[in-house]
């Protein structure tokens, strides 16, 4: 196989050199309303390899991102929080053949003390937020339900934050419904 930066051979889909080079995260915190949303990348670093999620390579891409660079942060995380929490993934619908956030969660299966509750919170609306306002985000909420165990403890996954509604709009709902979120993890931000 051949590395989708620079096309030297790999085994897997960036070589060593470019993840050392190109994805090796730096974390970035935004709070949008008392909720604390960390993002493993700045979006313009890596939005080429985001967009991806619209093609038949991005079922590659997302199953890297969500082992080689989400999952670490995750352990890294739970070793020092030492109780059970459950990850959630935003709106795990499939789009393009697959589901670019399920790729990210799925990744997440097996690491002691992680739940991960797959398509627990879907939305409603699947209008497109790509390149659009913050205006008509918030005029086309995503209307999530969700579908998931009460009285647990939530980390949110998403791929990008832009704006933050969609976030937002999950961690509110997952709240009323009994749920504390303790924070969101996006790939860029």
Known sequence: MRCLSCSSLSFKIFCRECQREFLTPSLYKRDIKKFSIYSLF?????????????????????????????????????????REIYIIGVDEKVKSGYSHIALLTHQLNGIENIKVLHSAILSQNSVSYSGKSREFR??????????????????????IITTGTTLKEARDILEKSGVKVLFGVTLGG
Do not use: A, W
């Open 42 to 82: 700045k979006y313009g670093d890596i939005s080429e390899i985001l967009t991806t999620k619209h093609t038949p390579v991005g079922y590659r891409v997302y199953k890297f991102l969500g082992k080689e660079i989400l999952k670490p942060f995750i352990i890294e995380f739970i070793k020092n929080y030492g």
């Open 138 to 159: 918030l005029k086309n909420p995503r209307k999530f339900i969700y579908s998931g165990k009460r009285d647990i403890e939530v980390i949110l996954i998403d791929d």
